[in-house]
């Protein structure tokens, strides 16, 4: 008889202390003339905030480089503490935690060679993180498979613009308009 596979742990508790880290939403050097700003509301499926999910972002830099850089869980050799970024590097990396509405906020450059930020959503009642992506077109989207999305499901992928250089991309768990989430085998 072999031994059968254990069920997973859901997602969680968060320690404020480890995971959440200093600047980790700040992955554009500070005062970069590029930087984009992209924010939002996790919520669940009846609608309320999810005010203790932690989001993941990765990108490639604006040449398309994906070397990332350390910094956003850099520690002090001479300590052994958080070092947090430098303020100077680009990364490709962020780490954000929602506030008490379900709000995040992401300052970064815009993402060369592809038009998304890959999103990893973690909370708490999910047995597996969720992984999705943020397109920052404006609806103007080459990618086939997006495109034979209905409209009403590839419109959860779609960024809105807010302003210069400011995009809103909220996070919907399940229900009505559930975020679409990708699997990856």
Request: hydrophobic share 35%.
């Amino acid at each position: 008889m072999s031994p059968l596979p254990t069920p997973s742990q859901t997602v969680g508790p968060f320690y404020g202390c480890a995971l959440p880290s200093p600047d980790g939403h700040r992955v554009a050097p500070a005062g970069h003339p590029q930087a984009i700003t992209v924010h939002g509301y996790v919520r669940d499926g009846a609608g309320s905030p999810v005010p203790d999910a932690l989001l993941e972002f990765w990108q490639p830099a604006p040449d398309g480089s994906r070397g990332g850089a350390p910094g956003s869980l850099r520690r002090d050799p001479a300590t052994g503490g958080h070092a947090g970024r430098d303020g100077v590097t680009f990364t490709g990396f962020g780490r954000v935690a929602t506030d008490a509405d379900g709000h995040y906020v992401l300052h970064t450059l815009p993402p060369g060679g592809v038009p998304y930020l890959s999103v990893c959503v973690f909370a708490r009642g999910l047995l597996h993180h969720l992984f999705t992506r943020a397109y920052l077109t404006g609806g103007q989207v080459a990618e086939p498979w997006l495109a034979a999305l209905p409209a009403e499901r590839r419109a959860t992928l779609l960024t809105r613009p807010e302003g210069a250089g400011v995009h809103r991309f909220d996070i919907r768990l399940q229900g009505e308009k559930e975020t679409v989430f990708l699997a990856f085998d």
